[in-house]
């Protein structure tokens, strides 16, 4: 049998600083890629070890959308460390919270208040395994 290889990636958070990709995000990265939405999925969800085609064309299509350069290594990575360490910083954004981290009056709620923002990106992959 055969080991089950991975990667860490920051493709969710970096996808999370476009418009482009903020509903049916995957679907539109795969469609946008040129390949199977599978293969996105799996990417992004960190169950498998990409072939350097499929990263460079997942960072292609982020790139158009995000409208800056990104060095592929600041994308995938098998051991988690990042040149840039936030994502925020990574795609030009001064700091951010998601929508979801605010309740109805504009505050924001318990579960992120120790969230920094900016920082709130490298926690899609940790929230995705704890569900």
Known sequence: MSEKTST????QGVMAHTTRYSFKGLSRLASDCGVSKSAVCRL???QT????ALV???????ERHL???LDPREV?????EYP?????????CRGCLPEEAYDEEGEIRE?????????????????KEEE
């Open 44 to 46: 992004a969800a960190g």
């Open 8 to 11: 860490h990636n920051r493709v």
């Open 49 to 52: 070890a990409p072939s350097y």
């Open 84 to 92: 840039t360490k936030s994502t925020c910083a990574l795609c030009g």
């Open 111 to 127: 579960e992120y208040r120790h969230v920094k923002p900016g920082e709130w990106t490298e926690l899609l992959g940790i929230r």
């Open 67 to 69: 409208g800056r350069t």
């Open 56 to 62: 460079l064309r997942v960072v292609g299509a982020l």
């Open 76 to 80: 995938v990575r098998e051991d988690g």
